[in-house]
């Protein structure tokens, strides 16, 4: 039942037809495609959730990449940033593998899941505020359904999101916690929130983020999980 409804809305969110400037975009990208990947035949449209449909974790990234999620049809896969999270998802035990190429390369999460602040890849990798609230409904549902534990946000936007969903929820009042690499918050619920650099080319090739901070994030993630249960 759980997996079926976890099926379920992921084809709502594939479906989606809320941001007319999003959806254009992303078949721009489909029909125009990346040179090096002229034979591949772009997702073009909402990216879903991905992952354990039983997770405690739900990692909250910005948006599907142009000419990754974008042309795979899956969260994280087919570029840098994707290399970068699913080494260290395996790295510390939420991977069965470290890499992700296609929607068929045999990847599977464990107490995992992944989902985006906006799951439709924008312009210039800017979502507008209109467009991250109207994926907020997906980011309800999605915590919904998952006995969700621990978020982790990538970057100050999936942050961001989390907040404001909480806030939505009534779950926090007063002033927003800040974010910063390695922050943490927990809400009157119990829910904890785990804040890291997003694994962007801008962050891992300046060396903003690198392999141990980011490593150590997840070991962050998995006490957070030791003592919530």
């Not at 035949?41 to 000419?67: C, M, R, T």
């Not at 505020?129 to 999936?158: D, M, S, Y």
């Not at 989390?162 to 910063?180: M, N, S, T, W």
Request: with cysteine.
């Amino acid at each position: 039942m759980i997996e079926s409804n976890w099926d379920e809305l992921n084809q709502l969110i594939v479906g989606c037809q809320k941001c007319e400037r999003l959806l254009t975009h992303c078949q721009k990208i489909a029909e125009e495609k990346r040179k090096s990947y002229q034979d591949w035949e772009y997702w073009g449209k909402p990216v879903s959730n991905f992952g354990d449909p039983q997770a405690e974790l739900l990692i909250v990234g910005l948006a599907p990449a142009a000419h990754g999620a974008n042309r795979t049809g899956r969260m994280f896969t087919g570029d840098r940033s994707g290399d970068w999270l699913y080494r260290a998802l395996h790295k510390a035990g939420f991977a069965n593998q470290p890499k992700a190429e296609n929607r068929s390369d045999g990847l599977l999460l464990r107490n995992c899941a992944i989902t985006a602040a906006c799951h439709c890849a924008p312009p210039a990798n800017k979502p507008s505020r209109e467009e991250i609230e109207n994926c907020h409904t997906w980011l309800e549902q999605t915590v919904k359904l998952l006995p969700v534990k621990v978020f982790l946000a990538l970057g100050q936007i999936g942050w961001k999101s989390v907040i404001d969903f909480k806030k939505l929820q009534g779950e926090l009042v007063g002033k927003r916690p800040p974010f910063a690499h390695g922050a943490t918050f927990q809400f009157p619920n119990g829910h904890w929130l785990v804040g890291s650099y997003h694994p962007s080319q801008q962050n891992t090739f300046t060396g903003r983020l690198t392999e141990p901070m980011f490593d150590s994030v997840f070991e962050l993630v998995k006490s957070k999980l030791i003592t919530k249960k």
